[in-house]
Each structure stands twice: as structure tokens, then as C-alpha cells.
């Protein structure tokens, strides 16, 4: 089993580096590090610029996004590395202060909280976010392995806890079971109110004003898969999947089409949806 534990002087005594300041030692390594290991060549360029950015990467476009707040760059490159392969779209903060800003302004859907940060530490940042009634679920990762770190961690807002060194697996594990568990609490939203139009996503039943409406069963689950989302884009194969299954064989135009006939019946102009928004490339979000 592969365990990620990471320091910068543990790269240093991976390569040579020869005889210079441990500046110019540091980045002398990082440039054979970006010889040796593609992942790090990719990222080290963007660390040397701002180690305080808010690295925004672009792909993959899909997956639930993961906030990662770590000071130390080796350690966020290979988590941001693991999640990315796993389809997580991933940002990355620095130091708390930043991170504190990301998730207040990017609303991921899981936070990898490192707890000693620079500004604001990990407990502080957990306890901020907390009293801001935010409630996205925080997995705390900490060299440190006491039980007081694990209680005041657990006391401050994170929900899980993950201790360096960690493995692969025993990571990916906790992500999904976090966001498992994000995702049944956003099942409980089991109303849509779309301007006058009020859906029982539960009985399954519409009306707009007073007056019933008939949706099928499709459009119910087409809606409550927008619903679940919050807000985020919904692909068409994320479609097909939940709302037409793995049996049938529909194409992304099946989509599209049950998507249109959805618009004409809650869109005041199916044209300019206010409601179910394209998302060009990707598939559909609700816009509430
Ligand atoms: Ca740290």
C-alpha cells in the first residue's frame, strides 16, 4: 500500500541537489523533480509563483469539488494529484486565510483542512466556518496523531479526521463517505419552488399557483436530480444513469429532448429558461 507522507526536506533526500543554499538547493530539486515526476513538474511552476494563490484548475469539469487547504506544497500537489485522477475538481489554498475566503466564496463540496496553516489554523478556520453556519463537511488532516488534536479538530467543526501518513485508499474512502453523507442530507430538500410553480418531489405532485400540474415520472426525477445538486451543472450521462438507468440505452439527445419538454411546461419562455440553465459542453444545472 502507498502511504503519502510528505515533507519538502523527504523530496530533498529523494534527489540530489548538490551543494547550494537550501534556497537555491530547493530549487535546484524542483527542477529535477519536474524531470523525474510529471505531477510535481506541473505544479511546482505555480507554487514558485504564489505559494498564497487560489489555484483554480480548469479539468476535469466534472465530480463534486474539494477545496484543499495545506501549506505545504508537496503534500497539496499529491492530494490534488489523487483527487483529480478520482474525477474531483480541486482548489487548493495555501494558508487559512485563503482557504477561509475559498470556501466562503467557492462553496465546495468538502474541505481537506490541513490544522497547522499559517494565518489562520485549521481548528480556527473549522470553528469561523461553523459559527458562518457553513456546513460543508470538513476532513481535518494533521501530522499529529494525539487525542486532544482529534477532539479539539472533531469540537471545531471537522467531521472526519485523517491522520499523516495516510493511504491512497484510506483517503478516497473518507472523501466519498463525507460526501455520501452531504448528499443524503441534500436529499431531505424534497420541495422545488420555482417562481409559482410548487413541486412535490416526494408525492410527486405539481401545481402551479393553485392549479395542478402533470409532470411524469421522468420530469420528477429529471428535477430532483437537478434539486440534489445544488445548483451545479448536471451531465447528460449523470442523466441517463440516475434517471433512465444502466439497462436502457438512450442517447444525450433522449436527454435533451425530456429537458425541453420539461422548459415547456415550468419556463415562462422555454426559449430563455430562468429555471433549467444550459451548460454548454457539460449538461444542465437549476438556477434557484
Ligand atoms: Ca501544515
Known amino acids: 500500500m502507498h502511504l503519502i507522507n510528505v515533507h519538502s526536506h523527504g523530496f530533498r533526500d529523494a534527489v540530489p541537489c548538490g551543494r547550494a543554499s537550501a534556497r537555491a538547493r530547493r530549487r535546484n530539486c524542483n527542477v529535477q523533480i519536474s524531470h523525474l515526476h510529471p505531477v510535481f513538474g506541473q505544479a511546482f511552476p505555480s507554487m514558485a509563483m504564489s505559494t498564497n494563490r487560489l489555484e483554480n484548475l480548469q479539468n476535469p469539469p466534472s465530480g ?17 494529484d489523487i483527487l483529480q485522477t478520482e474525477g ?35 481548528f480556527a478556520l473549522g470553528a469561523q466556518l461553523r459559527s458562518l453556519e457553513v456546513t460543508i463537511p470538513i476532513l481535518m488532516l494533521t501530522a499529529k496523531d494525539r487525542i486532544e488534536d482529534r477532539v479539539t479538530g472533531l469540537d471545531s467543526g471537522a467531521d472526519d479526521y485523517l491522520v499523516k501518513p495516510f493511504s491512497t485508499d484510506e483517503l478516497l474512502a473518507r472523501v466519498r463517505a463525507l460526501l455520501r453523507r452531504t448528499r443524503r442530507q441534500a436529499r431531505l430538500a424534497t420541495a422545488l419552488d420555482l417562481g409559482d410553480i410548487h413541486i412535490d418531489l416526494v408525492r410527486q405532485t405539481a401545481r402551479r399557483g393553485r392549479k395542478p400540474m402533470y409532470l411524469t415520472a421522468r420530469e420528477f426525477a429529471i428535477l430532483r436530480l437537478l434539486a440534489e445538486a445544488g445548483g451545479e451543472p448536471v451531465t447528460r450521462d449523470r442523466f441517463l444513469d440516475v434517471v433512465w438507468g444502466y439497462t436502457a440505452f438512450p442517447t444525450t439527445r433522449t436527454v435533451d429532448n425530456h429537458i425541453a419538454a ?12 430562468r429555471w433549467i440553465r444550459t451548460v454548454h459542453g457539460v449538461g444542465y444545472r437549476l438556477e434557484v
Open 88 to 122: 474531483y475538481r480541486v482548489l487548493t489554498a495555501a494558508d487559512g486565510e485563503a482557504g477561509l475566503a475559498a470556501a466562503l466564496t467557492e462553496k465546495p463540496e468538502l474541505i481537506l483542512l490541513d490544522i497547522m496553516l499559517p494565518k489562520l489554523d485549521g
Open 262 to 273: 420539461l422548459r415547456a411546461k415550468i419556463e415562462v419562455d422555454p426559449k430563455d429558461p
Open 64 to 80: 463534486p469539488r474539494i477545496l484543499i487547504i495545506e501549506d505545504e506544497a508537496p503534500m497539496r500537489t499529491v492530494l490534488k
